[in-house]
């Protein structure tokens, strides 16, 4: 006899959102966080495109959003910016801490139990996940049944592992970051988000500054994984030069990875799901995951609801299956524009910057890099590396 239908395990955005769609259906649903405080710390720059809060019908509350954006700079390593401002809100800066609780209490006002401060492993009869060895903030151990497991714990998931899945990463698949949440800041522009390129400052990454208020940011660095560089070392450099930031103070730090090499292929085993950084769904252009994982944590919930009301576990496929077929798609394409941009020289970044217009980086962002590439043709050797990703 299962105590739950469902557990999850890890209640960021992508594990909150499967247990509130599958909670929503019926189903008795465990959400398990190990942090004291679901969304801390929160490694996150906190940019949030207005798509995540039209497609999941989230409200723009006051509560988590901090400062509505209306566009970006993306600066060449010369300085040539790219700037796209547009007439209405592109997005937010969230306050990830009270966002990630905020979906939390969705999940909870679903009908899932949610507990913080609960550190899962899973457990395996005879091969198969059969529920969660849970150890709590107060030295309690406890065993938990259920009839399904989804793997929600990020970036550095050990659930998917322990269930036979192979989601070994490379460094090189990895972007590592580190970030200062700075205050005391002069922003030029502070209703777009920044971001600095060039292989000196960043490394197969680039530099953000996202702002928060008119004189405060999340100032981040997010560098190739497999790198001698240190992503900190480079973002302090970067500070110190720049008249406008190097007299801040810093609020706090993050640090963290994220997976940017590519998605993990086999997101279902047995009665197990991976959602998620777990599986690696970011975009890998600028490493933003949030909305990545809200989308498969919703597809995730609803296969799980369909499958147990129908009871026939082999539904749970049709999570794998409809992510592959959406926004895997769509992240493939997107993963493409990456592997031509991690081959750009400065020299090239900085010709780039001056053919492409703002539009034509929303357009790359979205994968659909036709309409950028068609620009490039008069410099031969992008031109050859345009032709290998068409
Ligand atoms: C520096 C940095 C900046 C970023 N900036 C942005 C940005 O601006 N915009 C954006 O969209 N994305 C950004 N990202 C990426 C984004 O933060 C992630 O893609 C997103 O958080 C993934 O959500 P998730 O639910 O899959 O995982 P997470 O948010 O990592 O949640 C996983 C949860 O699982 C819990 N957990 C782990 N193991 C266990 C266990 N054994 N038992 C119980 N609980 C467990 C953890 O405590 C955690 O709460 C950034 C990442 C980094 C590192």
């Known amino acids: 006899m299962a105590d739950y239908d469902v557990v999850v395990v890890g209640a960021g955005p992508a594990g909150s959102m499967a247990a509130r769609y599958a909670a929503e259906a019926g189903l008795s649903v465990l959400l398990l966080d190990k942090s004291l405080e679901i969304g801390t710390p929160k490694r996150c720059g906190e940019g949030l495109g207005i798509r995540a809060f039209r497609e999941l019908s989230i409200p723009a509350d006051p509560r988590f959003i901090n400062r509505e954006i209306y566009g970006f700079a993306v600066y060449a390593p010369d300085g040539t910016p790219v700037k796209a401002r547009f007439s209405e809100v592109m997005g937010y800066i969230i306050e990830r801490k009270m966002f990630d609780k905020h979906l939390a209490a969705e999940a909870a006002r679903a009908g899932a139990h949610v507990e913080a401060g609960a550190y899962a492993r899973l457990k395996l009869e005879s091969g198969r996940p059969a529920g969660v060895?849970?150890?709590?903030?107060?030295?309690r151990e406890a065993e938990v049944r259920c009839k399904v497991v989804v793997a929600a714990?990020?970036?550095?998931?050990?659930?998917?592992?322990?269930?036979?899945?192979?989601?070994?990463?490379?460094?090189?698949?990895?972007?590592?970051?580190?970030?200062?949440?700075?205050?005391?800041?002069?922003?030029?522009?502070?209703?777009?988000?920044?971001?600095y390129m060039g292989n000196k400052i960043a490394p197969r990454g680039y530099i953000w500054v996202f702002p928060k208020d008119e004189d405060r940011a999340n100032v981040g660095i997010g560098i190739g994984g497999h790198l001698e560089e240190q992503a900190k070392l480079l973002l302090d450099k970067f500070i110190q030069s720049r008249p406008e930031l190097r007299r801040g103070s810093i609020l706090e730090v993050n640090v963290g990875c994220v997976p940017v090499g590519g998605f993990l292929k086999q997101l279902v085993k047995d009665n197990l799901l991976v959602v998620g950084d777990a599986a690696r769904q970011v975009n890998p252009l600028h490493g933003g995951g949030v909305y990545e994982a809200m989308t498969a944590g919703k597809l995730a919930g609803q296969a799980i609801a369909k499958a147990l009301h129908e009871g026939d576990l082999r539904l749970l496929r049709e999570y794998e299956s409809m992510w592959w077929s959406t926004h895997g798609k769509r992240l493939e394409r997107i993963l493409k524009v990456r592997r031509f941009a991690e081959k750009l020289s400065d020299d090239e970044m900085n010709y780039l910057a001056r053919v492409w217009r703002g539009d034509d980086l929303v357009e790359l962002s979205r994968g659909n890099y036709r309409v950028a590439a068609g620009k490039i043709v008069a410099h031969p050797k992008l031109l050859a590396l345009v032709r290998k990703l068409l």
């Open 133 to 139: 060895k849970v150890r709590r903030h107060d030295g």
């Open 153 to 195: 714990d990020g970036v550095e998931s050990q659930i998917a592992r322990q269930a036979g899945l192979d989601t070994r990463l490379k460094p090189s698949d990895l972007d590592s970051c580190f970030e200062y949440e700075m205050a005391g800041i002069s922003i030029e522009d502070p209703d777009l988000i920044h971001m």
